[in-house]
């Protein structure tokens, strides 16, 4: 067999000849040592010549990868200058005359084991950090030349049982085409590294150091996680031309990134990401999102035992909208209940909990949760393009409630001298049928509105998402979703509103020429979807799927709309 | 004098941080700084003994200065916890 496969680590695909990485011998043996001060020089040495290799490395990485990426260089560092570390080893030298070769294994690999036995998966891959600083030392301690991946001066594609962090900043990207591993996961440095490097890789293979030799040719397919040893020559066709592909696509994506998005005959829309917490939004900036169209704020909630406090919650949104250097932010307010649990509100079970105590309608009950996110919220108004949308809206009713709740605790905030912007947009969610039916009204007391398709399918349908034998009536492109996706459009419009959409349909092939057609202003999607929906868009004529989208509003079944779409589009 | 913090980053205290926390206490040459958490207390000037301690979220972790420099130690430190969002003030 010569296709093997492991976890797709970083994208891309790969054809070169395999570069065995192979780590030294570090088999140490104990020997008495009659002059403990050399033994001890020979350390301060070692120690010494690698403080400036983990200085050069910090600083090329810096360069080349940026401050985040430098960083676990700089804890490497720290962990050589470490007195909990160097003091051991010194006495272990001074104490029992051993060569500090030996001492220093011993003690770090107490350290190593402790990392292991750690709950956490994080701190267990500290292990990692620590074998690769003792080995480090030990290279010089041994007198071991290793051959790193930086003297690498030929196209190759390295296979190595694992990448430690220093052997990954060292790949140069002119040379090394890719590279595969026995161990590892999606989360190792090693992968990490490759994301950024834009190195194509598969990790976690678990057999590839057995099977390849020096030399072989190797194709390495970090989309689907396939590597290839010794491939025929119609395989290598194939994934040459598999690479091509990819290679032209992201070149036209990332000249996207900065561009606004702009159809064929030059309509602009908004292309938005929808986030879950703040470390999402460094994704939404790569991928070239517009704003966020929907932060999910739930996992603010979720994980722990008791409601976070408006400080937490503030410093979070806060955040965000500085992360998004001015650019619209489209908090979601609490939207729990469903499908989404919070074991600490102990909330009673339900028969039908997507049709119950859930989001807006939990939140107008339990003020004190409510409120407090709201101030939050307004508080952090003060930095950057606020805008704040009540999930599960069903009556114009619940909106007023919500609004009014939200201007007092603004009323309330300005008295106590806190800052809170003018411009806050108010908006809500359109997921249930009544609210779509009544835009018109809704328009003219809110500032947005934004789809939310999940729900608006399963609501209109009358068919639980999560359960699989009515699975088949999840229609986005039903001509009945569509007809409500229009009236809330057109209602917006009317009063010189805007509309969004948050849900999967908004990041769809197929319904973004329908959305576009529809008028919708704001397609929000995850943000990896960003780029190729920009793409997409430039291709389409607005005017074209203006008419496209309104034959659709008369057919009669969703397979004859996408039907319509593939006939059309392409 | 001490201040005791809730683990708020759903990380714990990972890597970068406790590079953070390490460099900020070894700033202060004359005070010593310690944390403790789960019965275990280490010196904060090493970043093998604050990863040594297996912070997750939801832990409470207390840090320690004693010396010349105390006050402005702990409010340097309680800054690093603040503003890298590792944790809360725990009342």
Same mark, same amino acid.
């Given at each position: 067999m010569n296709k093997i496969s492991g976890i797709a680590a970083s994208a891309g695909i790969a054809v070169a000849r395999a570069f065995i990485l192979e780590h030294p011998d570090y088999t140490i043996t104990k020997t008495a040592v009659t002059d403990v001060d050399a033994e001890l020089a020979k350390l301060n040495d070692a120690l010494d010549k690698s403080r400036g290799e983990l200085q050069t490395i910090k600083e090329r990485t810096l360069a080349e990868l940026g401050e985040k990426k430098a960083e676990i260089f700089e804890s490497h560092l720290l962990i050589l200058d470490d007195p909990e570390l160097i003091t051991p080893v010194m006495d272990k030298i001074r104490e029992e005359s051993v060569n500090a070769d030996y001492a220093l294994n011993e003690v770090a690999n107490q350290f190593v084991e402790m990392f292991q036995n750690m709950k956490s998966a994080y701190l267990q891959e500290r292990a990692a950090d620590m074998r690769d600083v003792t080995k480090r030392v030990l290279n010089h301690l041994l007198g071991i030349h290793y051959v790193s991946p930086a003297e690498i001066s030929e196209e190759v594609i390295v296979i190595a049982l694992d990448l430690t962090p220093s052997d990954t900043a060292q790949l140069n990207r002119n040379f090394v085409k890719g590279f595969t591993t026995n161990i590892g996961g999606r989360t190792s440095h090693s992968a990490i590294m490759a994301r950024s490097l834009e190195i194509p890789a598969v990790v976690g293979t678990k $057999?590839?150091?057995?099977?390849?030799?020096?030399?072989?040719?190797?194709?390495?397919?970090?989309?689907s996680g396939d590597v290839l040893i010794n491939p025929s020559e119609a395989e290598v066709a194939e994934y040459t031309a598999k690479q091509e592909a990819y290679n032209l696509q992201i070149a036209e994506w990332k000249k996207l990134r900065d561009e606004p998005t702009v159809s064929?005959?030059?309509?602009?829309?908004?292309?938005?990401?929808?986030?879950?917490?703040? $470390?999402?939004?460094?994704?939404?900036?790569?991928?070239?999102?517009?704003?966020?169209?929907?932060?999910?704020?739930?996992?603010?909630?979720?994980?722990?035992?008791?409601?976070?406090?408006?400080?937490?919650?503030? $410093?979070?949104?806060?955040?965000?909208?500085?992360?998004?250097?001015?650019?619209?932010?489209?908090?979601?307010?609490?939207?729990?209940?469903?499908?989404?649990?919070?074991?600490?509100?102990?909330?009673?079970k339900e028969m039908n909990p997507f049709l119950g105590y859930r989001a807006i309608r939990l939140c107008l009950d339990r003020q004190d949760i409510f409120r407090t996110q709201l101030r939050a919220l307004l508080r952090a108004s003060a930095h950057g393009d606020l805008r704040i949308m009540f999930p599960m809206i069903a009556t114009l009713g619940e909106f007023r409630a919500a609004r009014d709740l939200l201007l007092e605790e603004k009323t309330k905030l300005r008295e106590e001298g806190k800052e809170v912007s003018d411009s806050i947009q108010l908006g809500i969610m359109v997921e249930i049928p009544s609210t779509a039916v009544l835009a018109d009204q809704f328009a003219k007391e809110v500032d947005f509105f934004s789809i939310g398709t999940n729900d608006l399918i399963q609501y209109t349908m009358a068919a639980d998402r999560m359960n699989e034998q009515v699975a088949y009536l999840y229609q986005p492109y039903n001509p009945a979703i569509l007809r409500l996706v229009k009236i809330v459009i057109d209602a917006a419009h009317a009063e010189g509103k805007w509309t969004g959409m948050c849900g999967e349909m908004a990041g769809d092939a197929t319904a973004i020429p329908l959305l576009l057609g529809l008028g919708l202003d704001e397609f929000s999607m995850s943000a990896t979807s960003i780029l190729p929906a920009r793409s997409q868009i430039s291709k389409l004529s607005a005017a074209d799927m203006k008419e496209m989208a309104a034959q659709a509003l008369q057919l009669g079944t969703a397979e004859e709309v996408a039907a319509l779409v593939q006939s059309r589009v392409n | 004098m001490q201040t005791t913090f809730r683990i708020i980053d759903e990380d714990g205290i990972h890597a970068r941080p406790a590079t953070a926390l390490v460099n900020t206490a070894t700033k202060f040459k004359g005070t010593e700084a310690f944390a403790e958490a789960k019965g275990k207390k280490v010196t904060l000037k090493s970043i093998l003994g604050v990863l040594s301690l297996g912070l997750e979220a939801g832990d409470t972790l207390t840090l320690i200065t004693e010396g010349s420099e105390e006050a402005e130690a702990l409010n340097a430190l309680q800054e690093v916890m603040v503003k890298e969002g590792l944790g809360e003030v725990h009342e």
């Open positions: $057999n590839v150091m057995s099977l390849v030799k020096a030399g072989d040719l190797v194709i390495v397919d970090g989309l064929a005959d030059g309509k602009h829309v908004e292309l938005a990401a929808n986030i879950g917490t703040p $470390n999402d939004v460094t994704g939404v900036i790569e991928n070239g999102g517009e704003g966020v169209g929907l932060y999910r704020t739930e996992f603010l909630y979720m994980g722990r035992d008791k409601l976070p406090s408006e400080e937490i919650q503030y $410093n979070a949104y806060k955040t965000v909208l500085e992360n998004m250097q001015g650019k619209p932010v489209v908090v979601r307010t609490l939207d729990i209940g469903g499908d989404k649990e919070l074991p600490y509100l102990e909330l009673p | -």
